[in-house]
């Protein structure tokens, strides 16, 4: 495997966050057709400490910031086909979410949409960014929302300005089948232990896909070497345990009072989040857009990223 250091920004004071030494990941080179063209894996890794847990994440370029957070289950190497296009106009900022990807697994209860929301504020203010667009995927998108809220909770509504949603929703009524899954007792450690990690990903990732023929061998194995890391089925289990909020009533009216500009995009072929579920976004942010792309699924981001690169490059030149 090849290694490089990186100069990674210094953190501010308030922040306990120091940088590791930079790797660089060693993966697999595919094309988009056939294979996986992995854009991503050639730029630099680096990592951060919040309350003791490692983050890793990724950056690259200059300009405004942009964050991308993958959803459940996945990584940053989602966007291997969308973040090229971005790097000579904006400051590309990827991460692992806890218990994702290269990012730590702890043993402990601190898995809900706040405390994801709070990794990502704390990498905000370990880089020093501001006037931020926060692009999410499915559980990423509520993290985003989560993240948003905080910033503009404790007065700092300016860092986080604008969120570009795909496959969002905040409808605890229509959970995903998996996420279900997992939060029932026993029944959901069974389904992980009791199934391979590329048996898992493959189901996922064709009922994600409205083109099962996307799925090859290569994707899977994209995935699910991330689903054999010591400490996933935890991560996994207690994300999904915790992930409808305490008192959704008041997150709701919080929803209500976000004052930055949110579109959600969502593929008409999404069996994950129904369109109904997808709406409930706009129905309650205020300043919110909801977009349909034909043809796809749950990940339009990996099945037909040019779709996804247009709408954000229009959103990011808007807001």
Same mark, same amino acid.
């Given at each position: 495997?090849?290694?490089?250091?990186?100069?990674?920004?210094?953190?501010?004071?308030?922040?306990?966050?120091?940088?590791?030494?930079?790797?660089?990941?060693?993966?697999?080179?595919?094309?988009?057709?056939?294979?996986?063209?992995?854009?991503?894996?050639? %730029?630099?890794?680096?990592?951060?400490?919040?309350?003791?847990?490692?983050?890793?994440?990724?950056?690259?370029?200059?300009?405004?910031?942009?964050?991308? +957070?993958?959803?459940?289950?996945?990584?940053?190497?989602?966007?291997?086909? %969308?973040?090229?296009?971005?790097?000579?106009?904006?400051?590309?900022?990827?991460?692992?979410?806890?218990?994702?990807? +290269?990012?730590?697994?702890?043993?402990?209860?601190?898995?809900?949409?706040?405390?994801?929301?709070?990794?990502?504020?704390?990498?905000?203010?370990? +880089?020093?960014?501001?006037?931020?667009?926060?692009?999410?995927?499915?559980?990423?998108? %509520?993290?985003?929302?989560?993240?948003?809220?905080?910033?503009?909770?404790?007065?700092?509504?300016?860092?986080?300005?604008?969120?570009?949603?795909?496959?969002?929703?905040?409808?605890?009524?229509?959970?995903?089948?998996?996420?279900?899954?997992?939060?029932?007792?026993?029944?959901?450690?069974?389904?992980?232990?009791?199934?391979?990690?590329?048996?898992?990903?493959?189901?996922?990732?064709?009922?994600?896909?409205?083109?099962?023929?996307?799925?090859?061998?290569? +994707?899977?194995?994209?995935?699910?070497?991330?689903?054999?890391?010591?400490?996933?089925?935890?991560?996994?289990?207690?994300?999904?345990?915790?992930?409808?909020?305490?008192?959704?009533?008041?997150?709701?009216?919080?929803?209500?009072?976000?004052?930055?500009?949110?579109?959600?995009?969502?593929?008409?072929?999404?069996?994950?989040?129904?369109?109904?579920?997808?709406?409930?976004?706009?129905?309650?942010?205020?300043?919110?857009?909801?977009?349909?792309?034909?043809? %796809?699924?749950?990940?339009?981001?990996?099945?037909?990223?040019?779709?996804?690169?247009?709408?954000?490059?229009?959103?990011?030149?808007?807001?």
């Amino acid at each position: 495997m090849a290694a490089l250091t990186t100069n990674v920004p210094q953190g501010r004071p308030r922040v306990k966050a120091h940088c590791f030494i930079s790797i660089l990941l060693a993966v697999t080179s595919i094309s988009c057709s056939t294979s996986l063209q992995h854009y991503t894996s050639a %730029v630099p890794s680096a990592y951060y400490l919040h309350d003791g847990v490692k983050i890793h994440f990724k950056q690259v370029g200059t300009g405004r910031p942009v964050i991308f +957070l993958h959803g459940f289950g996945t990584s940053l190497d989602t966007w291997r086909f %969308v973040v090229e296009t971005f790097e000579d106009e904006y400051r590309l900022v990827l991460l692992d979410l806890k218990g994702h990807g +290269l990012s730590d697994r702890p043993r402990d209860e601190m898995y809900a949409a706040q405390d994801h929301a709070r990794v990502v504020r704390g990498l905000i203010d370990y +880089l020093g960014l501001e006037n931020v667009v926060i692009v999410g995927h499915s559980f990423g998108s %509520v993290v985003g929302l989560a993240a948003a809220l905080d910033a503009q909770r404790d007065g700092s509504s300016g860092v986080i300005a604008a969120l570009f949603l795909i496959a969002g929703s905040v409808d605890a009524e229509n959970i995903p089948f998996v996420l279900r899954l997992l939060r029932t007792p026993i029944l959901g450690w069974l389904s992980l232990k009791l199934t391979s990690a590329s048996f898992r990903t493959r189901v996922m990732l064709k009922r994600a896909y409205h083109d099962g023929a996307k799925v090859t061998d290569s +994707l899977v194995e994209l995935y699910a070497r991330y689903q054999a890391v010591p400490g996933t089925d935890y991560a996994l289990i207690k994300t999904a345990e915790q992930l409808v909020p305490v008192d959704i009533s008041e997150a709701k009216r919080e929803l209500s009072r976000l004052a930055i500009p949110v579109i959600n995009i969502w593929g008409e072929h999404d069996v994950i989040i129904p369109r109904a579920a997808a709406e409930s976004v706009c129905q309650w942010v205020p300043r919110c857009e909801l977009v349909t792309i034909e043809g %796809v699924g749950h990940m339009p981001q990996e099945e037909s990223p040019e779709k996804i690169v247009g709408l954000l490059r229009d959103f990011l030149r808007r807001n």
